[in-house]
């Protein structure tokens, strides 16, 4: 969508909305966390690496040793900008791989991080990503306790990139996973969405707004933590990230087997946001956000579940925007404000490249 020229100036390009996927090169489209994605994984890594854990393609993989339940998670960060309103890479790094943790209700502990560093990039930019690295550790809780640098030569790593590992307890007796929600189910979504992705949008476009747009890289485990504080069923937690909420959810319905129906009116997103996404032409449903859930309950726990996470900073303006209905044909449906009615796909390609 977008790339920066020389000097400093920001070019828009358009490209063909639909990918190719008949390919033997590996295009941007593969880390959109889309359909591209999803083929990817079956096709190369899936058949090399098929095993119990890994199969269920949850956020993050669920382990018993010791006695314990421990959820351990690892992702990588390619974000450009390095830094933006709200953030930068190394606060991402943490925020995302505490939030892959917490969307199995577990406790984050620990974490490991490695660095690829491009020959000649400023000690000074990589001093204050650790900083924010360390100070966004010490919010959540964890202790970075290990890791690994590597220099690559000029060019072959666009300044820096960050790799996270996480591991957690898991506490609760339950289950979380993107294979449980159950028709009758609620659709739960934590604020509102799409600020991460558009805010930086607006900082590779330089745009200056009326109201800025920051961010909502943040921690979820302490919001995740509050909503498992009774025996409510919490079928799914996702953090949508890359593809959005339409992309989680379409993946929900495809493990569950259901299909989901979302009121748009319901669906939270700040007219600063929303302005952006029109400007630029972005649906808000697929763009990333770093500091948001969905949660997939029982209907007869939604309202309780709802009003545990207002009691918290990060849940305050939690909504429920839809509901999980039967379906064989596993389609996401957006009932619309003008009372129409259309299906919500999994995203095909890559929208917004290097927000993550």
């Known amino acids: 969508?977008?790339?920066?020229?020389?000097?400093?100036?920001?070019?828009?390009?358009?490209?063909?909305?639909?990918?190719?996927?008949?390919?033997?090169?590996?295009?941007?489209?593969?880390g959109s966390g889309g359909t591209m994605t999803a083929d990817l994984i079956t096709r190369c890594f899936l058949p090399a690496f098929r095993n119990p854990y890994l199969d269920k393609l949850d956020?993050?993989?669920?382990?018993?040793?010791?006695?314990a339940r421990l959820a351990f998670t690892t992702d990588s960060y390619v974000v450009t900008p390095?830094?933006?309103?709200?953030?930068?890479?190394g606060r991402l790094?943490?925020?995302g791989t505490v939030n892959d943790l917490a969307m199995a209700g577990a406790r984050p502990l620990y974490l490991s991080a490695a660095f690829i560093l491009e020959e000649g990039f400023p000690l000074g930019d990589l001093q204050r990503i650790v900083q924010s690295m360390a100070t966004a550790a010490e919010a959540a809780g964890v202790l970075l306790v290990t890791g690994d640098t590597k220099v690559v030569g000029r060019g072959k790593a666009d300044g820096c990139f960050v790799?996270?590992?996480?591991?957690?307890?898991?506490e609760h007796g339950g289950e979380i996973s993107a294979s449980r929600a159950r028709p009758g189910d609620r659709v739960i979504v934590s604020g509102p969405i799409a600020e991460h992705g558009m805010a930086i949008m607006a900082a590779r476009a330089e745009l200056e707004l009326e109201m800025p747009v920051v961010s909502d890289t943040a921690p979820l485990h302490e919001l995740v933590q509050h909503m498992l504080g009774s025996h409510d069923e919490i079928h799914c937690l996702r953090d949508p990230t890359r593809g959005g909420v339409a992309t989680a959810l379409c993946e929900i319905a495809r493990r569950?087997?259901?299909g989901v129906v979302l009121d748009e009116q319901a669906i939270p997103v700040r007219e600063p946001v929303r302005g952006i996404c029109e400007l630029l032409g972005f649906d808000p449903l697929y763009v990333a956000n770093e500091g948001r859930l969905v949660a997939v309950v029982a209907a007869r726990d939604a309202d309780d579940v709802l009003a545990r996470m207002r009691e918290c900073a990060d849940g305050r303006e939690a909504r429920v925007i839809g509901e999980v209905v039967e379906d064989p044909a596993r389609l996401v449906v957006l009932r619309?404000?003008?009372?129409?009615?259309?299906?919500?796909?999994?995203?095909?390609?890559?929208?917004?490249p290097r927000i993550c």
């Open 256 to 258: 569950s087997g259901v």
């Open 82 to 89: 390095l830094f933006f309103p709200g953030g930068d890479i």
């Open 93 to 95: 790094a943490v925020n």
């Open 163 to 170: 790799t996270t590992t996480g591991i957690g307890i898991i």
């Open 336 to 352: 619309t404000r003008i009372g129409g009615r259309r299906v919500v796909d999994p995203l095909a390609g890559e929208q917004l």
């Open 59 to 67: 956020d993050q993989a669920v382990v018993s040793a010791g006695g």
């Open 1 to 30: 969508m977008s790339s920066d020229e020389p000097g400093g100036a920001t070019a828009f390009a358009v490209s063909c909305p639909t990918p190719l996927v008949d390919t033997n090169r590996i295009l941007l489209g593969h």
